[in-house]
Every structure is written in C-alpha cells, then in structure tokens.
Nanobody, 116 residues
Framework: EVQLVESGGGLVQPGGSLRLSCAAS????????MSWVRQAPGKELEWVSG????????YYPNSVKGRFAISRDNANATLYLQLNNLKTEDTAMYYC?????????RGQGTQVAVSS
C-alpha cells in the first residue's frame, strides 16, 4: 500500500521560509518520479514541482520558479520541498504525490499559511 506522509507546514510571514517533507513507503521510492502539488481554498490542484527518480530533472511552474526547490533522499525514501520568499498566494494545502504531475496517489497534505 502506497503511503505518503507530509510534514513541515505552518504559519509564516511573507518573505519567510519553510521546508516540507514527505515520508514515502509501500513502493520502490527510488524508481519513481515524485511531485508536489497544492490546493488553495476554492481553487483547483496546482502542480508546483516535480523531480525525476534520479534527481536529474526538476520542474517548476513560473509561479514558484526561483523560490521553491525540490529534492529527494532515495536512501531514506523522503521527498522535500524548500519554500523560500513565501507570498500570501502560496497559502494552500501541499501534497506529495507519486509520479510526474498531479496524481490520485497523494498523502493527507500539510497546510502552509502565509500571512502578516
């Protein structure tokens, strides 16, 4: 059974930083591309980052490029997302997903709130 457990969210001021983590189990993590998606209240899911299984390729949409950084630790089956220079529009529930892009295989999410 695929399990993805996100952590690291919280309330930060604009300009602040957070590091999200996702502990994966139940599948060969090192063989799968992984992604982070987010959903703001009343909005659709948005793909905010992706990383190939070997970390050789990453993806960021323009909305987060230069501010977010995805990484992974295959030895410990953990996915990370470093969020820097956070903006109020980054407020959302963030989910770790198995695969490249938006997937139904995702965790319960971790809430990020950016507010002064």
């Amino acid at each position: 059974e695929v399990q993805l457990v996100e952590s690291g969210g919280g309330l930060v001021q604009p300009g602040g930083s957070l590091r999200l983590s996702c502990a994966a189990s139940g599948f060969p993590f090192s063989s799968h591309h992984m992604s982070w998606v987010r959903q703001a209240p009343g909005k659709e899911l948005e793909w905010v980052s992706g990383i190939w299984a070997d970390s050789s390729v990453t993806y960021y949409p323009n909305s987060v490029k230069g501010r977010f950084a995805i990484s992974r630790d295959n030895a410990n089956a953990t996915l990370y997302l470093q969020l820097n220079n956070l903006k109020t529009e980054d407020t959302a529930m963030y989910y770790c997903t198995k695969g490249w892009g938006i997937s139904i295989e995702r965790g319960q999410g971790t809430q990020v709130a950016v507010s002064s």
